[in-house]
């Protein structure tokens, strides 16, 4: 099993830049979780997929964050315009039914200069 | 709402020291009890999880928490931490097997050799 994968690991972009965050869950799992780790907030929650539905996107913080789920292995989150205070460690994470475990990416690292 | 409370920001022990981590959370009814590690640099980890059954739950590399329904508590504890504990801990809480989980801020722990 690879586990949760991430892409890119590292991203550095201009503000202003569209930005999109990939995300493969594990084979089998059925709900999908977008986190943002930052020094002053710690992890928020920002959005989280169902079955590819999003059920909560209460934390996603601005119009400009947007995530997709178009099927069961593959999920988007893209940031546009991207700004500096966008920079932080993005994870995603993936569980299943009755597993009560959540799997974590690597993340990917944004910068925002 | 919803909250997890972890009450320490920073722990600096000396190896072989005991370790005990305060998490809180505040929910009402059935709750899925979760802690995790981040090792510098490294994506979160599983050590241990609680959803029923024994109150005390063993995880990885020693570690132990205690739930205690009565005081809405779930600390981390281990007898004698080494240097390669090095890392951030963070306890999570969700209802019900999926689902939003909610971490807390996260307690950094420092292991002096």
């Known amino acids: 099993d690879a586990g949760v994968i991430q892409s890119p690991r590292h991203e550095v972009t201009e503000m202003g830049q569209e930005v999109t965050l990939r995300c493969k869950p594990i084979?089998?799992?059925?709900?999908l979780f977008w986190y943002r780790q930052t020094m002053m907030r710690g992890l928020e929650l920002l959005i989280y997929?169902?079955?590819?539905?999003?059920?909560?996107d209460s934390g996603m913080p601005e119009d400009r964050f947007s995530a997709k789920m178009p099927n069961a292995s593959f999920s988007t989150l893209k940031i546009q315009p991207s700004e500096p205070r966008d920079s932080a460690v993005y994870f995603c994470?993936?569980?299943?039914?009755?597993?009560?475990?959540?799997?974590f990416g690597s993340g990917t690292r944004l910068t925002v200069v | 709402a919803q909250s997890v409370s972890q009450h320490n920001h920073h722990v600096i022990l000396s190896e072989a020291a005991s370790l005990e981590l305060g998490c809180n959370y505040s929910?009402?009814?059935?709750?899925?009890l979760f802690w995790y590690v981040q090792y510098p640099g490294q994506h979160l980890q599983l050590l241990l999880k609680?959803?029923?059954?024994?109150?005390l739950v063993k995880g990885i590399k020693g570690f132990e928490a205690e739930f205690i329904k009565s005081k809405f508590s779930f600390n981390l504890r281990k007898p004698s931490v080494q240097w390669s504990d090095t890392a951030e801990y963070f306890c999570?809480?969700?209802?019900?097997?999926?689902?939003?989980?909610?971490f807390g801020k996260g307690t950094k722990l420092s292991v002096k050799p």
């Open positions: 994470a993936s569980s299943s039914q009755g597993s009560y475990g959540y799997t």
């Open positions: 084979s089998g799992h059925n709900s």
């Open positions: 997929f169902n079955n590819n539905v999003p059920i909560d």
């Open positions: 929910y009402g009814g059935t709750v899925n």
């Open positions: 609680y959803f029923s059954g024994d109150p």
């Open positions: 999570a809480a969700t209802r019900g097997s999926q689902g939003n989980l909610i």
